[in-house]
């Protein structure tokens, strides 16, 4: 264990010399509980309810984070913030060190590089017990997810790097994670070798590896999952379009955590595919959301001339959420945010309304296509979720596949605030508002958005279970 010991000694001397205040897991838990009091629309609204019960919730891991030490903190808060059922409610790192303290980290981490004999035995190991092992890309290197061979790291499953453009790199140590608390969860090493809180989880039916900060691998190996054959251009974040047939076009949406013109990019490439399809079959298992870059994609299967309007919600008055406003709030008559930041300085600590929205007018567009199928997940929450709302909005062609979504829409735009750790860039994040007035007794978060049609967890190929449907019912 001689590697984690270096680790622990160097996090220790770094926290003994940071030039902020002294940082443990118990002060960064009372500042996440004060912020929860302070700033969280999601506790505010069910205060009188959920008080006495969060109260104790609060006594009980405030005696838990005494005696936990930084490198488990934040695996500690995300399962505290669990009470909320509320997945825009995280704690989250992004590590900040110094080039020296980072030289150690990797002289460290290289020390245990796989050879190539070892990788080569690693990778011929075929008989996967979890959806997590097998052969993985980014788009510009390759990895092995593996059982841990023995290796002195403190984890189940771990990922190694076994082709990159920097061949130095082979063989390095990515993440290790352990399944605790129903979730695969671990350390993940960033491309300066900065240690970070990760989890991780194998989607669309384990074609796509989720990676906790909107990182994306695509799966090399599985049988009947798409395969990356050419890694040229490939990029796991951008959205696939292929057309079938003379009749179905499907289009894949790993995420919409990703650059706008990116993502219209692909979409005006395969316009005409598109817009000439009798159906489509949007594939959105997988897609944790992101932001709402997809009004586009809308226009192309929208088939009503009545604008999009977005219901007013609620928001929490509070020092942290103005600021959150201000940077967005302007003197224009029809911005959204303006009458936030007013309200919230005449009624500091109430509930009030949040931003206002003009409605959305979407273009029509001329097209062939008839019925548009959106597949669904447990994975899919947020933008996702969105996605699936306004699709239905906007058309009556549309129909929803598969499974619930994850229910994390009702509370909405997730505002980070850094929790004064130094190093370790230790941030909660939290939403701003909520969906609408009357989220409590009309929310999704319980239950998900319930698919139109249900697809049992037995069925293989849920792309041709579309399409068999459709051919049936048209």
């Known amino acids: ?54 109260a104790h919730q609060v006594y009980v891991y405030d005696s838990l984070t005494q005696r936990t030490g930084l490198n488990e903190c934040t695996s500690l808060l995300q399962l505290f913030l669990r009470f909320f059922k509320d997945g825009h409610l995280f704690v989250s790192e992004l590590p900040v060190y110094s080039d ?22 690693l990778i011929m190991a075929k ?58 969860e671990g350390i993940y090493y960033t491309n300066k070798y900065a240690p970070r809180y990760t989890e991780v989880e194998a989607v ?36 696939e379009i292929n057309r079938i047939d003379s009749l179905f076009t499907l289009i894949r949406l790993p995420t919409f955590l990703l650059d706008k013109p990116k993502f219209d990019k692909v979409l005006y490439e395969h316009e005409k595919d598109i817009l000439e399809s009798k159906f489509l079959i949007i594939d959105l298992r997988g897609n944790g959301g992101g932001n709402a870059i997809y009004w586009d994609l809308l226009s192309f299967y929208s088939d009503s001339t009545r604008p999009v309007m977005e219901e007013t919600g609620l928001a929490l008055a509070s020092a942290d959420n103005i600021h959150y406003f201000q940077k967005y709030s302007s003197n224009d008559n029809d911005n959204p945010y303006s009458h936030v930041v007013s309200d919230m300085k005449e009624h500091m600590g ?109 069925e293989e190929d849920w792309i041709f279970f579309a399409q068999k449907y459709l051919t049936r019912h048209s």
């Not at 020296?100 to 035995?121: M, N, P």
């Open 1 to 54: 264990m001689k590697r984690w010991l270096t680790i622990f000694i160097l996090i220790g001397w770094i926290a003994s010399n940071a030039q902020v205040r002294s940082c443990n897991c118990n002060e960064i838990f009372k500042e996440t509980v004060q912020k929860i009091y302070n700033d969280y629309i999601g506790f505010a609204l069910q205060k009188r309810e959920k008080e006495k019960d969060f």
């Open 100 to 121: 020296s303290q980072l030289s150690v980290l990797k002289t460290d981490l290289k020390s245990t590089d796989f050879s190539s004999s070892e990788l080569a035995r």
């Open 127 to 184: 008989n996967p017990v979890s959806d997590l092992e097998g052969e993985w890309t980014d788009g510009s290197s390759k990895f092995a997810v593996v059982k841990n061979p023995g290796k002195n790291w403190p984890y189940e499953y771990i990922a190694i790097i076994i082709d990159a453009s920097d061949k130095s790199k082979i063989g390095e140590f990515k993440f290790g994670v352990n399944l605790k608390n129903n979730k695969w």
């Open 204 to 239: 669309r039916q384990g074609s796509i590896l989720n990676i906790w900060g909107g990182i994306l691998w695509g799966r090399l190996d599985l049988k009947g999952a798409p395969l990356v054959e050419n890694l040229s251009g490939f990029d796991p974040v951008l959205p």
């Open 350 to 458: 109430e509930i009030v309304k949040g931003p206002i929205f003009s409605p959305i007018q979407l273009p029509t567009r001329k097209s062939n296509i008839a019925k548009v199928i959106i597949l669904t997940d447990h994975s899919n929450i947020s933008a996702a979720e969105t996605f699936i709302l306004h699709s239905k909005q906007v058309s009556t062609k549309v129909l929803t596949m598969g499974e619930s979504t994850g229910g994390v829409v009702d509370l909405d735009n997730v505002n980070s605030i850094s929790l004064d750790c130094g190093y370790r860039g230790t941030s909660l994040g939290y939403p701003m508002f909520s969906r609408n007035n009357h989220i409590l007794k009309d929310g999704y978060n319980k239950t998900g958005i319930q698919p139109d049609v249900q697809i049992n967890k037995g």
